[in-house]
């Protein structure tokens, strides 16, 4: 079964300062892929990065950069230079193959994390 | 390009009554999905649709859940009869490939069942 795990019920972090937003994932899946979504206080689902399993190098979107440990199972989100408007939950996700026990292209979400920029 | 959209935005109903909620994705996305967020819990997958055909609906909790998606467009999911414990918020997603790096939601439809 496909798990994401993220322990930071929630953080801070002062203004234009970096933050590390922690997801661990199980699969026995070789191929997957690893989503982080920004949800603020408005509701929608904000997709902000993604890395795929066999991606050499780690996926980097403005000031968002995913820092991919597969020996570890680890996929840190990097909030650089943090900005009020960062404050908002974050989820991190997996998406499988169906051959993997998933029927299908579903992503699997963690808990989520809430962060908090403050000025 | 227009983004996926939910109606309602929010919904109350008493307990044993049915609520119709629709899903519009994007323009030639052929996979919709249909995922649910309870208070306090994880996003739980419900469905996923390919165009107009259920590819797999093991998240569905129960019967009283109905997914429907004619013509391959949009998208309803009826509650019928309504319970306590299906309150929360309900996404729906859309992307053009089963194995694409993005999955784009709408805004989600927040119901309350009293």
């Known amino acids: 079964a496909q798990k994401i795990t993220q322990t930071q019920p929630g953080m801070f972090v002062q203004e234009k300062e970096a933050v590390t937003l922690d997801c661990t994932y199980d699969?026995?899946?070789?191929?997957?892929?690893l989503f982080w979504y920004k949800q603020p206080s408005s509701g929608e689902m904000i997709f902000l990065i993604y890395?795929?399993?066999?991606?050499?190098q780690n996926a980097t979107e403005g000031r968002y950069s995913l820092n991919f440990q597969k020996a570890r199972k680890s996929a840190n989100l990097v909030i650089s230079a943090s900005q009020l408007g960062d404050s908002a939950m974050y989820f991190c996700?997996?998406?499988?193959?169906?051959?993997?026990?998933?029927?299908?292209?579903?992503?699997?979400f963690g808990k989520g994390t809430k962060l908090s920029v403050i000025p | 390009e227009a983004g996926v959209t939910q109606f309602p935005s929010h919904s109350v109903i008493e307990k044993g009554q049915t609520v119709t909620l629709r899903c519009d994705p994007i323009?030639?996305?052929?996979?919709l999905y249909w995922y649910r967020r309870v208070m306090g819990k994880e996003i739980k997958f419900l469905l996923h649709?390919?165009?107009?055909?259920?590819?797999?609906e093991s998240g569905m909790p129960n019967n009283r859940f109905l997914a429907e998606r004619t013509g391959g467009t949009y998208s309803t999911l009826k509650v019928q009869p309504a319970e306590l414990e299906d309150s929360g918020v309900y996404f729906c997603?859309?992307?053009?490939?089963?194995?694409?790096?993005?999955?784009?939601f709408g805004p989600g439809t927040r119901l309350t069942v009293l």
């Open positions: 997603a859309s992307s053009q490939r089963l194995a694409a790096n993005e999955q784009f």
């Open positions: 323009s030639g996305h052929d996979n």
């Open positions: 699969t026995s899946d070789p191929s997957y892929g």
């Open positions: 996700a997996m998406r499988v193959s169906p051959y993997s026990g998933a029927g299908s292209y579903q992503l699997t």
């Open positions: 890395q795929g399993s066999y991606d050499q």
């Open positions: 649709f390919v165009k107009e055909s259920k590819q797999d």
